[in-house]
């Protein structure tokens, strides 16, 4: 991992690729529940801004009529996606 692991308890941020997460329709443990905020197209996807309670704003690569802006979702882990990745929090 680029410049070590963050020490327990240290800041840190976590970083997800929008192809690593999913829409679901049914209720999951692993779900986070918010509110699509944004909506780009690129090609046969697009790109939706989610606003969330618990993980502030996050986005996911989906097919274009997925969501629309307004929509409550609900996002996973998308299987097969590219794993989370987790880097030390600069101090300034």
């Not at 690129?42 to 309670?53: H, K, L, N, Q």
């Not at 986005?59 to 609900?74: F, I, K, S």
């Amino acid at each position: 991992m680029p410049g070590g692991a963050p020490a327990k308890g240290a800041d840190a941020d976590l970083v997800i690729r929008p192809e690593a997460l999913e829409f679901t329709a049914r209720p999951r443990a692993d779900a986070l529940e918010g509110e699509v905020v944004e909506r780009r197209y690129a090609g046969r996807s697009a790109y939706f801004r989610v606003a969330t309670e618990a993980a502030g704003e996050i986005e996911v690569l989906a097919p274009p009529l997925a969501a629309r802006e307004g929509d409550r979702v609900l996002v996973v882990p998308s299987p097969g996606g590219p794993p989370p990745r987790v880097f030390p929090r600069a101090t300034a």
